[in-house]
């Protein structure tokens, strides 16, 4: 599966941005896809993933209650609403899949960027304060 992020750009603190990932290839539902940023000098990070039926859903703590993370199949994207934005958001947003479609019980797993199999290239959101 190819994914491709696209959304992001520059935003006052406060505002919002809304990111999107759209796949080509096999089955969209049949992945689990998630978002991780990389803020310059600064590790890979996880943000959020969803479930391949988009029933199950899961956040940093870093994130949770500001950002929500989304998926349409018929369209073949998974969405990331951030809200509330900060200086320490900056960053390059990445989406990856996951070949399994259901989340796995290990949180830690879920956040594990070498857990994904498939990455898209990244989408520069800057956010200034």
């Known amino acids: 599966v190819q994914l491709q992020a696209s959304g992001g750009g520059l935003v006052q603190a406060g505002g919002s941005l809304r990111l999107s990932c759209t796949a080509s290839g096999r089955t969209f539902s049949g992945y689990a896809v998630g978002w991780f940023r990389q803020a310059p000098g600064e590790e890979r990070e996880f943000v959020a993933v969803?479930?391949?039926?988009?029933?199950?859903?899961f956040y940093a703590s870093a994130v949770k209650g500001r950002f929500t993370i989304s998926r349409d199949n018929a369209k073949n994207t998974v969405y990331l609403q951030m809200n509330s934005l900060n200086a320490e958001d900056t960053a390059v947003y990445y989406c990856a899949a996951n070949s399994n479609p259901i989340l796995s019980p290990s949180k830690r797993n879920r956040g594990t960027a070498t857990k994904y199999d498939y990455w898209g290239k990244g989408t520069q959101v800057t956010v200034s304060s």
């Open positions: 969803i479930s391949g039926s988009g029933g199950s859903t």
